[in-house]
């Protein structure tokens, strides 16, 4: 299956054939939209059938977009245990940005948080607008909240 088979199969109707990519996805860090999740899908799906030794079929792209969606953490491990140079340049258009984003990524939302706001507290002694920061922590905070439940 070609790349843009698959990427019509996960943001287009299978029976109508009207695309669906713009469907927002809910709390997930590989989007926020179906279209969004599609390349991490994609990728995930590519990466385990590639090690399985099997040809890519519909049904393994059904599952790797459910776990795309539901933010599972399958697909960040996937990525980041059996992707190489090729395949990080295709996700993130380049090796270096893809394994940076993938280093942030996989870095513990507790050290995140302490990041965010101590960027935050940076910014306002300095006298500058904190918003996008305090934005940040918040969201953050609550995934924390969420991830302790």
């Not at 469907?23 to 995930?44: H, I, M």
């Not at 099997?54 to 599952?63: G, K, M, Q, S």
């Not at 918040?138 to 969420?146: A, F, I």
Request: one cysteine or more; hydrophobic letters at 40%; glycine letters at 8%.
């Amino acid at each position: 299956m070609t790349r843009a088979h698959a990427f019509r199969y996960l943001t287009h109707d299978a029976r109508t054939g009207e695309y669906t990519g713009g469907l927002r996805v809910p709390c997930s860090r590989y989007g926020r939209t179906e279209q969004d999740c599609a390349p991490w899908a994609y990728l995930a799906a590519v990466l385990v059938c590639r090690e399985a030794g099997a040809e890519l079929e519909t049904h393994d792209l059904d599952y790797a977009m459910g776990l795309a969606v539901n933010d599972y953490d399958d697909i960040l491990y996937a990525v980041t245990q059996y992707a190489n140079d090729d395949d990080l340049a295709a996700l993130f258009g380049s090796a270096p940005l893809g394994r940076e984003a993938l280093a942030e990524m996989n870095t513990p939302l507790g050290e995140r948080y302490e990041a965010a706001c101590a960027t935050a507290a940076r910014l306002y002694a300095e006298g500058k607008d904190t918003t996008e920061a305090d934005q940040l922590c918040d969201v953050l905070q609550g995934m924390l909240g969420r991830a302790t439940h």
